[in-house]
T-cell receptor, first 111, second 109 residues
Framework: DVKVTQSSRYLVKRTGEKVFLECVQD?????MFWYRQDPGLGLRLIYF???????EKGDIPEGYSVSREKKERFSLILESASTNQTSMYLC??????????FGPGTRLTVL | GQNIDQPTEMTATEGAIVQINCTYQ??????LFWYQQHAGEAPTFLSY??LDGLEEKGRFSSFLSRSKGYSYLLLKELQMKDSASYLC??????????WGAGTKLIIKP
């Protein structure tokens, strides 16, 4: 069974703080993704990675950065959190272009 | 632009059948996925269609018509645990997933 874990289920931060969201997968998948999910909107892709140290911008990369130093770990960084980044953040991984498997999500609130 | 349309919310009765529709307009097509997402949880994979026709998997079936840009998810013998959001996603010509906003399915006893 594919397992994708995320460092926190719930997180509360203040405006201007630097925020790290961690994602780890245990199935040796090459591809990893970060999405945000907001009510009434589909999942929106922030960044993705096809290999270690490789990253590609998704549809809404502004205000975010990522890091992939090891194949199993993909981190999302909010350099200076803002209230409009309050959202559910979902990490996913896939083997090649195959089915994406999701972590449990991190619900981030920025005050 | 790219667009995926699904109804926002549907209500059905326990034991009945429900069909959730998804229409899409994307730049290219390399498959369509259905995911289930219970409130506060991660999406979980349900089905994948890349060729026209019906794919059956237990109580769930998914249909695709590429010429019409249309898919549906059919849920039979509804159970209370089927109350969830159902997400439709299309893989485009760049192999990126384009997601619909999801359909919230409410099951009543």
């Amino acid at each position: 069974d594919v397992k994708v874990t995320q460092s926190s289920r719930y997180l509360v931060k203040r405006t201007g703080e630097k925020v790290f969201l961690e994602c780890v997968q245990d199935m040796d998948h090459e591809n990893m993704f970060w999405y945000r999910q907001d009510p009434g909107l589909g999942l929106r892709l922030i960044y993705f990675s096809y290999d270690v140290k490789m990253k590609e911008k998704g549809d809404i990369p502004e205000g975010y950065s990522v890091s992939r130093e090891k194949k199993e770990r993909f981190s999302l960084i909010l350099e200076s959190a803002s209230t409009n980044q309050t959202s559910m953040y979902l990490c996913a991984s896939s083997l090649g272009p195959g089915t994406q498997y999701f972590g449990p999500g991190t619900r981030l609130t920025v005050l | 632009g790219q667009n995926i349309d699904q109804p926002t919310e549907m209500t059905a009765t326990e034991g009945a059948i429900v069909q959730i529709n998804c229409t899409y307009q994307t730049s290219g097509f390399n498959g369509l996925f259905w995911y289930q997402q219970h409130a506060g949880e991660a999406p979980t994979f349900l089905s994948y269609n890349v060729l026209d026709g019906l794919e059956e998997k237990g109580r769930f079936s998914s249909f695709l018509s590429r010429s019409k840009g249309y898919s549906y998810l059919l849920l039979k013998e509804l159970q209370m645990k089927d109350s969830a959001s159902y997400l439709c996603a299309v893989r485009d010509s760049n192999y990126q997933l384009i997601w619909g906003a999801g359909t919230k399915l409410i099951i009543k006893p």
